[in-house]
């Protein structure tokens, strides 16, 4: 597996269409079953803001990915290649953003 740049997890959010919510999960969980299986140890996760109102109807999602040996360049474009195969079903863009985990020192 090419090296990590120590990103622990990818963020992918955007908007649905009315239209497109229904049958959105089983179509993302039919790429999240395909990357998982290409990529061994991928976690997969999809979210769907509460409490929002929009005039369009429109409604907005998350997806998160991660790997416990971190998401490297290679992976993170895998992702984003797959979800890109969706754009028909979604309306704007995608919008992505990467943590990193950050060592904190807590007690209990």
Known sequence: MPECNDLSALFVYYRLPPSSVPDWPVRVAAVHRRLCGQWQGLHCRLMQRRDESRADGSSTWMEVFEHP????????????????????????????????????????
């Not at 040996?69 to 028909?88: M, P, R």
């Not at 990193?100 to 807590?106: G, K, N, R």
């Open 69 to 108: 040996a971190g998401l490297h360049a290679e992976l993170q474009q895998s992702v984003i290649d797959a979800l890109e195969e969706l754009d028909d079903w979604r309306s704007g863009e995608l919008h992505v953003e990467r943590f990193t985990d950050v060592a904190t020192d807590i007690s209990t």
